[in-house]
């Protein structure tokens, strides 16, 4: 099993929870289930569910008829898996800018507990 935790700024604003109460309550669900796929898989969790965006940043997939979300997340040292932030997915590509931030998140976390 994972240790599955919620990605915290110093400032205690925690971008993937804000991101999980914005979904309706059947996407939330999926979502939450997919989560929980996550915690018991591990990096072994692949296609459908999960896919890798480069540079250690993975991406964890939910759809719900013609919805879409995306929720990032990370490895860290043992069995922990930090979800970054999350997105509803409208365009083909995953945009750009929601990788590099949770690239960003990871560094910062890295900063702060990497030790």
Do not use: H, W
Not at 5 to 13: A, I, P, R, S
Not at 15 to 35: D, G, Q
Not at 60 to 67: D, E, F, H, V, Y
Request: charged content about 30%; aromatic content about 14%.
């Amino acid at each position: 099993m994972f240790e599955v935790e919620f990605y915290d700024t110093k400032d205690g604003y925690c971008p993937v929870r804000e991101f999980l109460n914005s979904l309706e309550p059947k996407m939330l669900a999926k979502t939450l289930r997919t989560i929980d796929l996550l915690e018991v898989n591990g990096p072994v969790l692949r296609e459908p569910y999960s896919g890798p965006m480069g540079d250690g940043i993975f991406e964890l997939r939910t759809k719900q008829g013609s919805n879409i979300t995306r929720v990032f997340y990370f490895f860290f040292v043992g069995q922990k898996v930090i979800l970054t932030n999350g997105l509803l997915k409208k365009t083909r590509k995953t945009p750009k800018q929601d990788i590099d931030l949770a690239k960003k998140y990871r560094d910062d976390y890295m900063r702060r507990f990497g030790k």
